[in-house]
Nanobody, 127 residues
Framework: QVQLVESGGGLVQAGGSLRLSCAASGRTFSAYAMGWFRQVPGKEREFVAAVSRSGESTRYADSAKGRFTISRDSAKNTVPLQMNSLKPEDTAVYYC????????????????????WGQGIQVTVSS
């Protein structure tokens, strides 16, 4: 089992930046592909970005491409999500997720693929 804790959320003006971080503890961090999702009230949780076990493969939602960057720091067991040029429509609760996988390169974009989730952290972008 792995425990996930998000940090770095908050309030920012449109056009600004935030850096979220997901700290993983428990079993071997390198055995998990990681992802970030977000959810607004009344809507389904949606995919934002994902990174493979190796860290060499990444994928982004169209809404995040060119503005967000996901990475992983195996020394610190963290998964940062750098968010630039933020828009009011990025306002949501952001969740970190982990999926145990044997593949070093696989990317998972579907919420149901992930076994472990953090508690979520609020990001609010004001106009």
């Amino acid at each position: 089992q792995v425990q996930l804790v998000e940090s770095g959320g908050g309030l920012v003006q449109a056009g600004g930046s935030l850096r979220l971080s997901c700290a993983a503890s428990g079993r071997t961090f390198s055995a998990y592909a990681m992802g970030w999702f977000r959810q607004v009230p009344g809507k389904e949780r949606e995919f934002v970005a994902a990174v493979s076990r190796s860290g060499e493969s990444t994928r982004y939602a169209d809404s995040a491409k060119g503005r967000f960057t996901i990475s992983r720091d195996s020394a610190k067991n963290t998964v940062p999500l750098q968010m630039n040029s933020l828009k009011p429509e990025d306002t949501a609760v952001y969740y970190c997720a982990a999926k145990y996988t044997y593949s070093s390169s696989a990317i998972y974009t579907f919420m149901k693929a992930y076994e472990y989730w953090g508690q979520g952290i609020q990001v609010t972008v004001s106009s």
